[in-house]
């Protein structure tokens, strides 16, 4: 196989740097060139090289011209809504820097494959969901939700690039949520609090991936991309309750039309994180995916299972409990 230079975008983020490392370590990969807005912290392993840019500039180009990349991965997505940061703004991160980028990825021609982490968020939480979407089902979807909406344009704009540019593979992953020791995001943010609020009479199947696995998606996609979205998720489904129990999180049990209140007013004392409305539809109906397509077409089968997961995270979490008391 010919070495294979690569272009990763939010290289600073936690995930992004050990995708980097994962992808410079693997001997394909002649080198890795990571963008990002600031300095990874720590110091980057032996062919990475950091570029400081803006996926909202105007010199993108010339960045990606230098770099002269044969795959992007483009991961520069948040996958769910954060708290503190406006919808103008994840609107300008997920389609504006999509659109930026995908405009200096056409003027390539040396590059084969496009990697785009997406997010299972497309198929959105509903009470009438299937039990497990397949890829195809996020076309008849509803989109309930300003980040919904963002990130059904996202991929409509993945999708138009690769019509334009047949040579290119373009892969969008679609993964579930994101668990994970380590993790700094609203579902472990959430996790983490003394208190979890649930919907009284609600008891939804939730599906993750472990950090370590949507690492190995990432660079499985790299090494064998394919054409269109697959959804990444581990196997199985773990009902909220059975979550909870396995994180020692009490939960919080709210009837519905109260639900809106009780949360905002513990998230105003600091007794849990803000949650926003796609928070809220996940933590009352639950999703599930297909993930038929990852194993047949992507060749990746994660290592853990949902509640493998879900355990593991548990175990650390309990590991760093027992080394404070200490």
């Given at each position: 196989?010919?070495?294979?230079?690569?272009?990763?975008?939010?290289?600073?983020?936690?995930?992004?740097?050990?995708?980097?490392?994962?992808?410079?370590?693997?001997?394909?990969?002649?080198h890795v060139?990571?963008?990002?807005?600031?300095?990874?912290?720590?110091?980057?392993?032996?062919?990475?090289?950091?570029?400081?840019?803006?996926?909202?500039?105007?010199?993108?180009?010339?960045?990606?011209?230098?770099?002269?990349?044969?795959?992007?991965?483009?991961?520069?997505?948040?996958?769910f809504?954060?708290?503190?940061?406006?919808?103008?703004?994840?609107?300008?991160?997920?389609?504006?820097?999509?659109?930026?980028?995908?405009?200096?990825?056409?003027?390539?021609?040396?590059?084969?494959?496009?990697v785009?982490?997406?997010?299972?968020?497309?198929?959105?939480?509903?009470?009438d969901?299937?039990?497990?979407?397949?890829?195809?089902?996020?076309?008849?979807?509803?989109?309930?939700?300003?980040?919904?909406?963002?990130?059904?344009?996202?991929?409509?704009l993945?999708?138009?690039?690769?019509?334009?540019?047949?040579?290119?593979?373009?892969?969008?992953?679609?993964?579930?949520?994101?668990?994970?020791?380590?993790?700094?995001?609203?579902?472990?943010?959430?996790?983490?609090?003394?208190?979890?609020?649930?919907?009284?009479?609600?008891?939804?199947?939730?599906?993750?991936?472990?950090?370590?696995?949507?690492?190995?998606?990432?660079?499985?996609?790299?090494?064998?991309?394919?054409?269109?979205?697959?959804?990444i998720?581990?196997?199985?489904?773990?009902?909220?309750?059975?979550?909870?129990?396995?994180?020692?999180?009490?939960?919080?049990?709210?009837?519905?039309?109260?639900?809106?209140?009780?949360?905002?007013?513990?998230?105003?004392?600091?007794?849990?994180?803000?949650?926003?409305?796609?928070?809220?539809?996940?933590?009352?109906?639950?999703?599930?995916?297909?993930?038929?397509?990852?194993?047949?077409?992507?060749?990746?089968?994660?290592?853990?299972?949902?509640?493998?997961?879900?355990?593991?995270?548990?175990?650390?979490?309990?590991?760093?409990?027992?080394?404070?008391?200490?």
């Amino acid at each position: 196989m010919t070495p294979r230079r690569v272009l990763i975008t939010g290289v600073s983020s936690p995930l992004g740097a050990r995708v980097a490392t994962r992808l410079a370590s693997d001997p394909n990969v002649e080198h890795v060139v990571g963008l990002d807005t600031r300095r990874p912290p720590g110091v980057l392993a032996q062919r990475i090289t950091y570029v400081e840019a803006d996926l909202r500039s105007g010199d993108l180009a010339g960045t990606l011209k230098l770099a002269a990349p044969h795959v992007v991965v483009h991961q520069d997505v948040v996958q769910f809504p954060e708290p503190g940061r406006s919808a103008r703004s994840l609107h300008d991160l997920n389609v504006i820097g999509t659109l930026r980028l995908l405009a200096a990825c056409g003027e390539l021609p040396g590059l084969r494959a496009l990697v785009v982490r997406g997010s299972a968020s497309i198929y959105g939480s509903a009470p009438d969901a299937p039990a497990f979407f397949t890829e195809d089902l996020a076309r008849a979807a509803t989109l309930h939700t300003r980040f919904q909406r963002d990130v059904g344009e996202l991929e409509r704009l993945v999708e138009a690039f690769a019509r334009r540019h047949p040579s290119v593979i373009c892969t969008v992953l679609r993964p579930q949520p994101t668990i994970g020791a380590t993790i700094d995001n609203p579902i472990m943010n959430l996790f983490r609090a003394p208190v979890v609020p649930t919907f009284l009479g609600f008891d939804p199947r939730l599906q993750f991936i472990l950090d370590e696995d949507l690492v190995g998606a990432v660079a499985a996609a790299v090494d064998h991309p394919v054409r269109g979205p697959v959804n990444i998720a581990g196997d199985g489904t773990v009902s909220l309750a059975r979550t909870l129990r396995r994180l020692g999180r009490r939960s919080l049990p709210i009837a519905a039309p109260a639900y809106g209140a009780v949360v905002g007013g513990l998230a105003r004392i600091g007794s849990l994180p803000p949650i926003n409305d796609d928070i809220v539809r996940y933590l009352r109906n639950g999703r599930g995916v297909d993930t038929t397509r990852m194993r047949r077409d992507l060749r990746f089968v994660p290592t853990h299972t949902t509640a493998e997961a879900i355990d593991a995270v548990a175990a650390t979490i309990r590991a760093e409990r027992s080394g404070a008391a200490a």
